[in-house]
């Protein structure tokens, strides 16, 4: 089944790098200032282009709206990406004005249709969803108020979920069936993952049909013991309404996840036995069309098997097991071959790679080697024998596109060598678009063909690179710092007129989080412009990619287990302490600042790096990992019952009688995910230490802190102005004095 063109083929990468060294001079000879204005009314957003859907063939689709509203989908050629036809319009439909999503079937024949959609959470929502048939033009309502349609292989049916519960839609017959009867919000769940899994495994749909059409596979969620979270939505009416659902802090009890298979013919379901385990992360059909892989994963995530799931027999055996020190990440990754030998992608060897097994679960062959990771799998072309694949094999801050044979043979670069490719294959791996960015090159989009070809230019943002001329643009300047035995990747920006005899105030920017990257050789995001406007105010910006962070294997990535936040803050406080060697840094004017796991990390910082830090900007942090969810937490914690000193003793709140620097905490109130929970256990602990801080609270935002105009432009003012009062303008008075 085609993926929905609201999961978007295309990613713009952001962020800044280059590779110029620590001295280099910038080129820059614009004069304009950057305003917070600009970055937030997106004068300074490049152009991406609109998020294709590969089809069968040399083709592709788009979702496109004409001048007078109307959506359509048009269908394109690779090779000339010229419109070859309107599959379907808007405006030749007349019981609906409109549409924001579409869904092919296998066979393309026949479209699901989207729109009035209700978010729920992060990647979860509801909506009004038609079937349309491309040869007959009519259009039929599958439901409303209905989630994660899906066209059964034949075309005669569309399973659905609503109310907790599975429904199958069948056309041929006109007909509905009701699968699973027991769904009840905040108790059971069929077809529909819960909040953890939809957060941390990063899927919705629970649900797969056998590729015969015979079979649905779903899960069922039993949260009736999670223990329940809810939150004020403080809204606009008279009364504030709550926000109450099932969210398994680390530690407590999880969601009874069970695997089913329901049986058209008799319209039976069976619970499939999967033997011990904790998760179901991902359920997939093999090329047999009796035969479901399901994976499993054990609380730890340190323990997962791959089970052949029989639907003839209701029965499993396992197919794969996969044990690791530490945790093993879930992907997608999982491929079949016609002759169901399997792709599958694993750190085994100290590296993410690419591996072949056959469907007894023995290792053919490791496809790529090599002390660098496999960042991407795109595909298997059966034809060629060949897969394509992104990677950092030219430096972890640099990705790029390759081909390699599936006996691990005649591996070629298909894109740039340096900065970030990203591709978006066409379903037959004939062609590609390539996304491609560096620091100094906004992202181009170019056509390839599936041998490295660049064939056309199709957007290059070079109007933007113009504009941008006219700024006073500092570039990234990129090198390693040795630190605690690593050399860690970091860029600096400096002020356009920097003078190597002037001290400036320093800000340290990081996320840190378990396998993340913030040093990459990649264009602006949001950040980058207000780091460089920092930098036009006088300031030295820093970011450094410390333990535990992605891209240069498993070693380096998994030292944190057991211990998130001591190596990390150890390892940014040691760094602040060596770049205040240099004489250009004001050592007593250092800050730092992060959101989500980088405002747990500045807030630590700044309590543990005292000597250091006198400043930090905390958004939207986890303050003790006690408050956060299972699936997560524990793959890298274990649970706190186990590991009670690792959760206490990196936990800010417990060090809050040693802040004595500048302070701001940020959270929205509204925030599903780090509850605001984290930020007022965080400041009663500094109001009982009788300790001064700054603190803006946003009402009903998300994790992202961006709903509603001016949202983002009043929190960064915010952030601004404590940057300067308590970093620049302090450097500025301390240098005043000197002189």
Known sequence: MKKSIILAALTLFIGCTNNKSETAKNTSTGTKEITLEEIWDGTFSAERMNALNSMNGDFYSLLNRDENGNTSVDKYSYSTLEKVETIVSSADLKDLDGFSSYTFNDDETKLILGTQFKKIFRRSFSGTFYAYDVASKKLSL?????????FSPDNKKVAYAKG??????????????????????????????????????????????????RYLAFLRFDESDVPTFSMDIVGKELYPDQQVFKYPKAGEKNADV???????????????????????PRI????????LIATTLNRYQNNLKLHKVNALRSSSTVLLNETDKAYIDITDNLTFLTDNSFIWTSERDGFNHIYHYDFNGN?????????????NYYGFNPTKKTIYYQSVENGSTNRGVYSIGLDGQNKKLLSNKVGQNSAAFSTNLNYFINTFSTSEIPPIYSLYSAEGEMLKVVKDNAELKEQLADYKMSPKEFSTININGNDLNMWMIKPVD???????????????????????NRWNGTNDYWHN???????????????GTGLKGADFKKVTQKELGKFEVEDQIAAAKKLAERSYIDKDNIGIWGWSFGGFMSTNALLKGSDIFSTAIAVAPVTSWRFYDTVYTERYMQTPQENASGYDENSPINYADKLEGNYLLVHGTGDDNVHVQNSMRMINALIEANKQFDMFIVPDRTHGIYK???????????????????????????TEIKG
């Not at 599958?142 to 899906?150: A, H, R, V, Y």
């Not at 093999?286 to 035969?291: F, L, R, T, V, Y």
């Open 164 to 213: 907790n519960n599975i429904y199958i839609k069948d056309f041929s017959k006109n007909s509905l069936i009701q699968v699973t009867k027991d769904g009840k919000k905040n108790s059971i769940i069929n077809g529909i993952t819960d909040w953890v899994y939809e957060e941390e495994f990063g899927f919705v749909r629970a649900f797969e049909w056998s590729k015969n059409s």
């Open 258 to 280: 069970t695997l089913h298979m329901y049986t058209l013919t008799n319209r039976t379901t069976k619970k499939i036995s999967l033997g011990d385990y904790e998760y179901i």
């Open 708 to 734: 509603g105009a001016n949202t983002r432009l009043n929190l960064y003012t915010k952030m601004t102005n404590f940057v300067e009062e308590h970093l620049i303008e302090k450097s500025n008075k301390t």
């Open 533 to 547: 406007m920092l930098a036009q105010k006088g300031m030295i910006v820093v970011c450094i990619d410390g333990r």
């Open 284 to 291: 997939k059909w093999s090329n047999n069309d009796a035969i």
């Open 498 to 520: 920097f003078d190597k005899n002037k001290a400036y105030p320093m800000l340290m920017f990081q996320y840190s989080g378990p396998g993340s990257q913030q040093v990459a």
């Open 142 to 150: 599958i439901g409303k108020d209905i989630q994660e349609p899906l």
């Open 363 to 375: 290792l053919i062959n490791q496809i790529t080697k090599g002390d660098w990771e496999v960042t």
